[in-house]
């Protein structure tokens, strides 16, 4: 480590040095031959679907091909390891690209690993990279101002890139979410609110903060920005693992990690090129949105957006494209003055034309509908055209619920307000029903797994020991794997 630090300043120097000075890079032609999809959206399509942030289908299949994907390197490469040695790293590696024209802040270095992801970017998922980048124009301005005024590298901005694509409606298969990607329990533990009503992993504000407090976290364990963010990837456990293991620092030479981590660092270098770059690898003319400029202002408990759209006079896709983190549309019940985001442009407007309301406006009750006896919550979704599980989410019920007569199920997306045109049973929530949850069923059923308690299980569902021992005649603590429980 004395070592590296003596000679980092010079590394840095001859670097810039050779970088000036060496030829452009080749895309290579690792691969197969780009893919063909179809049907093509129209203009108007892909606007709209930019706009609302949402993923194509095919954006979604890249970004999930793009976690799987792994390094194959051509049949006379050498093994991507770079030494401490600034000759040898110049001699075997191939040029430093640390440009002044072009303007990077992190390390950025080609060698084949790189190659080869510049070229699965630029010949492989050409489309889905292309609208990352016409993206990217909405919020990389605000990512990059964040990052610079905690000190950070603004190149590390692109980590958003190969995470999500820069949407907030990334959802990967793991569980993570966002933008930056945030796993619960690491987006918990750096200060993010995740509940039915609010998930900031959705945030650009808040996510951004909290990815920025994690990334300088592992920088100061590892003292590495290329460590830092395959730890962000893959973890710092594993990561640390591989350092002493391997008894280096370098992450090229590292061999106790995952494929993904292990593509990680050369897959960020390889997307901070094209981007800095793109028509050099033929992304050209593309649309890049404008940067989003926005200011929040504050409503009482349970707000609908689609209210303050209509008071900011602004389409209520703008709204909730700027406030993802409201998975119902509306503000949490129970929680005065709670903040939410508008054009910077609108706040005037908005304070002028809500405060003419009057109260019942301003809040649109929910549509709630009554139940017969026997409806499923299926045969409801079905009935609204709303998807099952949202409804199942809404009401705090099991997929399979059944009902008896009289029941309340809110619709979400609904507000009494709207057409209620061949459903005779529907009538709008009191203030009291909007702000607290359905009862959960009366009873459900639970396997107990291997090492579980009855302390757990309860904890699990919200019940005490003894209501769980009550329902099921049981005189002790004892219970067996597979054994199956009624939960109060």
Request: hydrophobic share 40%; proline share 8%.
């Amino acid at each position: 480590m004395r070592l590296q630090r003596r000679l980092g300043p010079v590394v840095w120097i001859l670097a810039l040095a050779a970088g000036c000075a060496a030829p452009k890079p080749r895309v290579s032609s690792y691969g197969p031959p780009p893919r063909v999809t179809a049907p093509t959206p129209t203009i108007q399509e892909e606007f709209l679907l930019i706009m609302r942030d949402d993923l194509t289908e095919q954006e979604q299949s890249d970004l999930q091909a793009l976690r799987l994907a792994r390094y194959e390197p051509p049949p006379d490469a050498a093994p991507p390891e770079l030494h401490s040695g600034l000759e040898e790293l110049l001699s075997e590696q191939g040029e430093s690209l640390i440009d002044e024209r072009i303007g990077y802040d992190i390390p950025i270095v080609l060698n084949d690993r790189v190659l080869w992801w510049i070229d699965y970017f630029a010949r492989r998922i050409p489309g889905s990279f292309e609208r990352y980048l016409a993206r990217s124009g909405a919020w990389l301005p605000y990512l990059k101002e964040r990052l610079r005024e905690a000190g950070l590298p603004e190149d590390l901005a692109y980590l958003a890139l190969i995470e999500s694509g820069f949407s907030t409606r990334a959802v990967s298969r793991a569980g993570a979410v966002g933008p930056w990607q945030f796993m619960p329990y690491t987006g918990r533990e750096y200060g993010l609110r995740i509940d039915r009503w609010v998930d900031e992993r959705r945030d650009y504000e808040r996510a951004t903060q909290s990815a920025i407090a994690y990334l300088s976290d592992l920088h100061a364990m590892f003292g590495s920005w290329y460590l830092a963010a395959a730890s962000y990837n893959g973890g710092q456990g594993r990561v640390g693992r591989s350092v002493l293991r391997d008894n280096t620092v370098n992450f090229w030479e590292l061999t106790g990690l995952h494929d993904e981590t292990r593509n990680y660092v050369p897959k960020l270098i390889a997307a901070t090129i094209i981007a800095k770059q793109p028509e050099k690898y033929g992304f050209r003319d593309i649309y890049y949105l404008e940067p989003i400029e926005w200011a929040k202002i504050t409503v009482p408990t349970s707000t609908d957006l689609d209210v303050i759209a209509a008071a900011a006079e602004v389409p209520a896709d703008v709204v909730l494209a700027l406030n993802p983190h409201l998975l119902r549309g509306r503000t949490p019940p129970g929680e005065s003055n709670f903040p939410v985001k508008i054009p910077a442009e609108r706040v005037e407007t908005f304070h002028e034309n809500y405060h003419r309301l009057a109260p019942d406006e301003r809040q649109r009750a929910p549509l709630v509908h009554l139940t017969r006896a026997g409806e499923t919550l299926q045969g409801i979704a079905s009935a609204y055209g709303v998807d099952l599980r949202e409804l199942a989410r809404e009401n705090d019920l099991r997929i399979s619920a059944r009902f008896e007569d009289g029941a309340r199920v809110v619709i979400p997306g609904r507000t009494a307000s709207g057409s209620s045109a061949g459903y005779p049973d529907l009538e709008p929530a009191a203030a009291d029903e909007i702000d607290a949850p359905e009862p959960p069923p009366a009873t459900r059923t639970h396997r107990v797994r291997r090492g579980q308690t009855l302390a757990a299980i309860g904890r699990q569902y919200g019940v005490t020991v003894a209501a769980i021992q009550e329902l099921n005649g049981l005189t002790s603590d004892r219970i067996v794997p597979g054994q199956r429980l009624r939960i109060p």
